[in-house]
């Protein structure tokens, strides 16, 4: 064999042969192409748009003029239930007497002395403060904490549609089988368009709530009462307002996880659209409600947003406990709880994701 031929210099043909594109560059070629789509421009000014509407709106009902109305009102409200207790405290021993006795023939025809017509309470009208009523000094964390809520709903769902349409108008399009002829590694390709859809999410989010903060705080600064109106300051936070931004943070990057694995799993724009909006309106807004009593709210997701992003979410729901050896049913206010969202929002973002890798990973692509 010719010398030429073979070298001491050579190298095996597997370190000879390019190793292909890394999954970090599989990532930020699938953020160029996000960031290129109209849908993804319209998007982020939607986000913009809307963030600027609320700020606007805080601002109308925090400004001193808005606020001196309010507070006008609310003294008329203290005078008139101030008169309407002077009335029931005239007329108290009658009162208490016909109470008590609509108690007893109750009592006598349930056959339980337990019932309680709270007779004692009559004539204890509670004023209501005017923390209570929304009337105090516009703070730019209170403005914030009562603006973040509406910005995850909204955030959320703008951006579930730009990930799922981004991922499911390849399939459309016809261009994702072209794109695995040169990567036919399904599971890298699948990961690396989640992994963009996660990073996209959390900019736009980021983007939204930088603007919503210093809205918040600018608000603050405008609509600062003067002296001659004695605001109370609000209740204070549960949380900062940091840990509430990050929690925002994480809703929209899971609606981004969401849309994207939705888009693998449906394969075309108009079909996620019909998904989500029938979703919505035949689970959210109709079965919750319309069956077994209201008892199916933990296990819908608008619900689950709101406990993960307030850190709890109240509802009503029939319950039944037994009193004396009968059953008793009623509506009473119950809670999802912080811990139960986040769960929820975990598992449900975990098992959507995986199984629409394993779809992608058998499933033909045309």
């Avoid at 890394?22 to 930020?28: D, E, T, W």
Wanted: with cysteine.
């Amino acid at each position: 064999m010719s010398p030429t031929l073979i070298t001491t210099d050579s190298q095996a043909k597997s370190e000879v042969l390019p190793k292909g594109t890394s999954f970090p560059g599989l990532v930020a070629v699938e953020l160029r192409r996000l960031w290129w789509r109209r849908l993804t421009k319209a998007v982020l000014v939607g986000v913009v748009a809307v963030t600027g509407l609320m700020v606007y709106n805080a601002y109308n009902a925090s400004n001193p003029e808005t606020l001196a109305q309010r507070l006008d009102e609310y003294q008329v409200m203290r005078a008139d239930m101030e008169q309407q207790r002077k009335e029931i405290e005239s007329n108290l021993p009658q009162l208490t007497a016909e109470c008590r006795e609509a108690e007893a023939a109750e009592r006598e025809r349930m056959g339980d002395d337990s019932i309680d017509f709270g007779c004692e309470s009559i004539g204890q009208v509670q004023m209501p403060t005017m923390e209570e009523m929304g009337i105090s000094l516009p703070l730019a964390d209170t403005i914030t904490a009562g603006l973040a809520p509406y910005a995850a709903s909204v955030y959320g769902f703008l951006v579930l549609l730009l990930m799922g349409s981004f991922v499911a108008a390849e399939f459309s399009t016809g261009s994702l089988g072209n794109w695995l002829t040169f990567k036919p590694q399904r599971v890298r390709v699948a990961l690396s368009k989640l992994c963009a859809a996660g990073i996209g999410s959390a900019l736009l989010a980021a983007v939204g709530l930088v603007l919503l903060v210093f809205g918040a705080r600018m608000v603050a600064t405008v609509n600062r009462p003067g002296s001659d109106l004695e605001l109370p300051a609000p209740p204070p936070l549960d949380d900062s307002v940091p840990e509430l931004v990050l929690r925002v943070v994480a809703v929209v990057v899971a609606a981004g996880l969401l849309g994207a694995a939705l888009g693998i799993l449906v394969r075309h724009t108009a079909g996620l659209v019909a998904l989500l909006l029938g979703y919505l309106v035949a689970i959210e807004f109709m079965a919750v409600n319309a069956f077994l009593g209201g008892r199916l709210t933990p296990w819908a997701l608008t619900p689950n947003v709101d406990a993960f992003v307030n850190k709890g979410h109240e509802y009503m729901a029939e319950s039944c406990t037994t009193v004396a050896g009968e059953l008793s049913c009623g509506y009473r206010s119950q809670v999802v709880s912080y811990t139960h969202g986040w769960v929820y929002l975990l598992v449900l973002v975990a098992t959507v994701t995986a199984g629409a890798v394993l779809v992608f990973r058998r499933r033909d692509v045309t």
